[in-house]
């Protein structure tokens, strides 16, 4: 286990168990299911910081937020056992998606702020790898950070995909299209951008359908869901 992430906690706040008995999901849902689902992409402002200035702007911005949806995008490798560097890291709240192009920046003191501030929930799926990659960049502490793999057990569903639990959850249909695209493009295109946008936001729009998540304090915080702490 990666150093500084503890073994998720179970939900144990009486108004969550009340909240997962009043929502009935699916456990499983199939392709052909899925398909004819209506399609969800984020509708707000994507942001690329590709530069100091916009960075310290988007960590300002970003720092104020409650729940922060969380991903990352890497160059696919076609070598067996290479993993290539965190390309994209994509940060969302409501109505705003930052792409941060980290291929070409380093992580800055206000972003690891960030991402060591556990007040600030950052939600992902399968982010133990991400983190790990990240860390190797810049070492930071993480803390506040939501695995929705870890949390979605607790309302009957199986699947583990953000596409599936996006379907599921929120009754859309993610598109995965760009998902072996080059992310260390010079320029990213506007298909890239729309989905690594999407790709993020869709993390923190499950997270607040499952919980009903109402920024309690954080100590209700810390009762209530799966989080990654510092030690």
């Given at each position: 286990m990666p150093e500084g992430i503890f073994s998720p906690r179970k939900i144990k706040n009486s108004g969550c168990r009340r909240h997962c008995r009043a929502m009935a999901y699916l456990q499983n849902i199939s392709n052909d299911e899925l398909v004819l689902l209506p399609p969800g992409v984020f509708g707000g402002e994507t942001i690329m910081v590709d530069d100091a200035r916009k960075l310290a702007h988007a960590c300002e911005e970003l720092a104020r937020e409650t729940v922060i949806g969380f991903d990352t995008e890497t160059r696919p490798s076609f070598q067996r056992g290479k993993v290539n560097p965190v390309a994209l890291l994509q940060l969302s709240s409501a109505q705003?998606?930052?792409?941060?192009?980290?291929?070409?920046?380093?992580?800055?003191?206000?972003?690891?702020?960030?991402?060591?501030?556990e007040r600030i929930v950052k939600v992902g799926a399968s982010i133990r790898d991400d983190l790990k990659i990240l860390r190797k960049v810049t070492p930071f502490a993480p803390a506040g950070f939501v695995d929705l793999q870890s949390i979605v057990g607790q309302y009957g569903i199986n699947e583990l995909s953000v596409r599936k639990m996006s379907a599921i959850v929120l009754g859309i249909k993610v598109s995965k299209a760009q998902r072996l695209s080059n992310w260390e493009a010079r320029q990213l295109t506007e298909a890239q951008q729309s989905y690594a946008a999407t790709d993020a936001w869709v993390c923190r729009e499950i997270f607040l359908k499952l919980t009903g998540y109402r920024s309690p304090s954080v100590e209700k915080q810390k009762r209530r869901l799966f989080f990654f702490r510092k030690k």
């Open positions: 705003k998606a930052y792409l941060i192009r980290v291929n070409k920046l380093r992580l800055s003191p206000e972003l690891v702020k960030i991402f060591e501030n």
